[in-house]
């Protein structure tokens, strides 16, 4: 190398140095507000053409800058005292945003004292859950523990599947959907358009051929228009993922029907693979009465669910489990860990297991059982509830997330954390979401929207996304 370099003296000291102001980052070629007051709006596309959408608030006028510590300060415990006051404002933040949380599909019921006492450990599940690396700090037992109680749950027999807990719904998505492209290097990803935007993102990363598929208004994916793009495709494998639960409407695609559809198109189990995304409602469809069955009993290829949702992990993990005989494609020996690479990640979050093996250990189907219940009866109430206000709502039969129309004021949307879509916003009811809660919110939204109206406008109609049945603008009450 040409260039030199100058060795630091030894009286450098790094606070002393200062640092030139980081320049304010472009959002979509727009720079940002350095005040950040205002937040961003941008064009997005969806199937009925461009639309504004509104975008966080610039996080670098708020971020907490990682300052050297003082000479003296093992002595004076200046910098622990200041360490402390931050971490204890930022619990005061925690505990107060928790309240106003109802649009993300977070369960926030839970309480893991108890394993406090394992949070000293650097515990990693690198390599295969089923096959012990070189790493003896693991959690292993517990991660098999959870899979096999999870492959109970969807009926395969523990020799016929493979799983690990991954580090977030996405990565299950990621790797089910690469399981499917594997098996069928040639095939065609056909996906709905309410699919989880990771599943697009999965097509993107690995350069596979995507059909997105409409859906009917619950959000369900339409096999009618499935059907007529499988039969324009004949010649070629499908790999489909399949909603227990879209993002915002928490539709449940028909797996019976586009088994139906699959078969009806020519297409023989050998020639599919199902990848079914069941992030949150995965877990609450096996307690619902009426409910379709998810069960590997069918021709399915995989199954992934979150375990920061339902379930209550305070860290975002994941399950996903698939058969045996796929995970052959992906799997190598690697030397260095002594175990099989088979998984998306390298090192993974050995704590995750023993979150989720303490949460199934102590609720057990029974438990989950009831929390199921209670969520969907006080869905059903606040749905309930909206309409008796004028407000257009809509609750799909096997759903816990409550649509409507989305506020007019931004900052409210912000205050509840709501999820926002176009017009409609949607709450999902989760274990943590009592009724007191929804009253409150009740309250706040109908206050703040005679306040938003009182100018004469009107609310928007949402008959294109909720349906006639359920759209009580001015034009269809």
Known sequence: MAEKFDILSEDFVPTAVFNEPLPWPVINGNKADHEGENLKKTKVMNGRGEREMVLGRNVHTTSLAVTEPES??????????????????????????TKYHLGYPYNLDFDYGALGQLQHFSINNLGDPFIESNYGVHSRPFEVGVLDWFARLWEIERDDYWGYITNCGTEGNLHGILVGREV????????????????????????????????LISGEIDCDDFRRKLLANKDKPAILNV?????????????????????????????????????????????????????FNKPIGSVSVSGHKFVGCPMPCGVQITRMKHIKVLSNNVEYLASRDATIMGSRNGHAPLFLWYTLSRKGYKGFQKEVQKCLRNAHYLKDRLREAGISAMLNELSSTVVFERPKDEEFVRRWQLACQGDIAHVVVMPSVTIEKLDHFLKDLVENRSVWYEDGSQPPCLVKDVGIKNCICPAHK
Request: proline share 3%; with cysteine.
């Open 243 to 295: 909603n227990i639960g879209t993002t915002v409407k928490g539709a449940v695609d028909d797996l019976d029907l586009v088994i139906k559809t699959l078969e009806e198109c020519g297409f023989s189990h050998d020639r599919f693979y199902i990848h079914c995304d069941g992030a949150l409602f995965g877990l609450m469809m096996p307690f619902v009465k009426r409910a379709p069955k998810v069960t």
């Open 184 to 215: 069928f290097p040639d095939g065609i990803l056909y996906a709905s358009s309410e699919s989880h935007y990771s599943v697009f993102k999965a097509a993107r990363m690995y350069r596979m051929e995507c059909e997105r598929v409409d859906t």
């Open 72 to 97: 003296n300060d093992e002595f004076t415990g200046d910098k622990e005292a200041y360490m402390a006051s931050v971490l204890a404002r930022y619990r005061k933040t925690l505990v107060e945003r």
